[in-house]
Nanobody, 115 residues
């Protein structure tokens, strides 16, 4: 059974950095696409970044230039490097991976940015 396991969240001061990981377990097939979403309290889940295994990346405007999404093929893990974090980045972050044409979601991980 394929599962995505997220890690790396936590509490950080504004201006700091965190790196989220999204590891695929239960499969020998590679992630073709990794995407990250977030959901702040009281708001809808929003897309923030996508990375294709071929190398192309896209970002939502509010994180462009601060966040970087990547895939480590050898580890079958996706990453979201978050720099210069702002208070408004506080949310539960979710990864989504496409493996053999199917979407899989992680359970979410909390990121809290303090002043």
């Amino acid at each position: 059974q394929v599962q995505l396991v997220e890690s790396g969240g936590g509490l950080v001061q504004a201006g700091g950095s965190l790196r989220l990981s999204c590891a695929a377990t239960g499969t020998s097939f590679s992630m073709n696409i990794v995407a990250w979403y977030r959901q702040a309290q009281g708001l809808q889940r929003e897309w923030i970044a996508t990375r294709l295994i071929a190398g192309a990346s896209n970002y939502e405007d509010s994180v462009k230039g601060r966040f970087t999404v990547s895939i480590d093929n050898a580890q079958n893990t996706g990453y979201l490097q978050m720099n210069n974090l702002k208070l408004e980045d506080t949310a539960v972050y979710y990864c989504k991976a496409v493996i053999r044409g199917r979407d899989y979601w992680g359970r979410g991980i909390q990121v809290t940015v303090s002043s």
